[in-house]
């Protein structure tokens, strides 16, 4: 008798994205005539560099021609890419990781789901409270949490870590055991970074309880200021203790074509381990579960690497760093609080005074057709903000601030 894996039912309600799709969708079929503009989830818009688009194109033409065509590459990845990776990290965040340590996936929402099957069904997760949804709902479905408390709008069992204004959007380090810590800087979705000395308490605290920290990096290419930790590995200790994740969906439009990598270094070891082991497990699940990143994305990839291909791919963020200032001076200008927006694509707005996320999500809907992503389903610290994305073509971004500048009632 087959039974079904009653961690689903602990999930709090629709994953956040489609959720908000669904409730716009609604919207819409009441309101045909209405033009909607979405800043809710963070899809990049503008086209490939041709440098990038080439390298897919030509590898495409390679798999019609019986010399060059390939199947199954390497499940962890293109050792070139892997090679490339290795270098842009030593060259640009002056790390050292050898190629074999960077394992090259499909994006990097998998792997932030994946990741937490390498480690015990009894590990304590910490989270930013708001954080990407994925890390806490995919420990949710492998029964790493309680129930949902819905007075709390917290799972029971998982420790949250507040990002509010009090601390600049930085999280205090765990004051009580945890296991696998998950931190994303640039934030997403608050927008707050990282300097060395904001990351050393948590690389001190994971040594010191043999606890993992798993350190999202997908959109540090938007990081503008100087001085920000660009690599969990920049800190020193973290190869011993932290996980990194990176993606190439927000750096160079891949959002659809689907190429990301973890880190997973050799020296990483947790309490029954010895180095090299944990990095052995996670090969070991690539090789079992996965069978490789398309060859035409890695192609890609290698020429989002190239110099040309990282100054292309620059240009584009560029762009979107400038939808991200029209956004954030628009609603500052309203007399709106604004965060983030400067070194990543996200502006986190306080909703005025005393309504829910929710309810700031259908007001802003109704009354200027803008679709935002409420903070609430981002975690409990996250009520009474909501997001807006950068993505998107400026036109279209102008016209949404313009739509609430003219249109929302506050
Ligand atoms: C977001 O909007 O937070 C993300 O882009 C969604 C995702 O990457 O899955």
Not at 175 to 188: A, E, K, Q, T
Not at 260 to 266: E, L, Q
Not at 357 to 380: A, H, I, M, R
Request: include cysteine.
């Amino acid at each position: 008798m087959a039974l079904k894996n009653s961690y689903y039912e602990r999930l709090a309600g629709g994953y956040l994205f489609p959720e908000i799709a669904r409730r716009t969708k609604e919207f819409q079929v009441f309101h045909p005539e209405v033009k909607i503009m979405r800043l809710g989830i963070g899809n990049t818009t503008e086209p490939l560099p041709q440098i990038v688009a080439s390298a897919m194109a030509l590898e495409a033409v390679r798999l019609m021609n019986v010399e060059t065509y390939s199947g199954y590459g390497d499940e962890q990845g293109n050792s070139k890419l892997r090679q490339a990776l290795s270098e842009r990290y030593k060259k640009c965040f002056g790390v050292r990781l050898d190629a074999d340590e960077f394992f090259i996936s499909d994006g990097s929402k998998c792997d932030c789901a994946n990741i937490s099957s390498i480690f015990s069904h009894e590990s304590i997760i910490a989270v930013e409270s708001p954080a990407y949804p994925v890390y806490v709902d995919s420990n949710v479905t492998s029964g790493k949490t309680g129930q949902f408390n819905k007075g709390k709008m917290q799972y029971e069992g998982v420790y949250y870590m507040p990002c509010t204004e009090m601390n600049d959007f930085f999280p205090e380090v765990p004051s009580g055991h945890v296991d696998l810590i998950y931190l994303c800087r640039p934030n997403n979705p608050t927008g707050a970074v990282a300097m060395a000395s904001d990351l050393q308490p948590f690389v001190d605290y994971a040594l010191e309880h043999k606890a993992v920290i798993i350190y999202d990096v997908a959109y540090v290419d938007y990081q503008k200021e100087r001085g920000l930790v660009e690599s969990i590995y920049q800190i020193p200790g973290a190869e011993k203790c932290a996980i990194e994740i990176g993606s190439f969906s927000k750096w160079a439009g891949f959002t659809g074509v689907r190429l990301g990598w973890s880190i997973v270094p050799k020296e990483l070891v947790v309490e029954d381990t010895v180095p090299g082991e944990l990095h052995r497990m996670w090969s070991r699940r690539y090789t079992t579960v996965f069978n490789g990143a398309s060859n035409i994305a890695q192609a890609g990839g290698l020429a989002v690497l190239s110099e040309l291909g990282q100054q292309s791919c620059q240009e584009v963020i560029n762009y979107y760093m400038s939808n991200a200032r029209l956004i954030k001076n628009g609603l500052y200008d309203m007399g709106l609080t604004v965060y983030g927006g400067t070194n990543a694509p996200y502006i986190w707005l306080k909703v005025p005074d005393g309504m829910s996320s929710w309810n700031f999500f259908d007001k802003l809907l109704n009354e200027t057709n803008v679709v935002c992503t409420p903070g609430v389903g981002f975690g409990p610290d996250g009520e009474g903000f909501c997001r807006l994305s950068a993505f998107g073509h400026q036109e279209n971004i102008t016209e949404a601030i313009e739509s609430i500048r003219m249109n929302l009632r506050i």
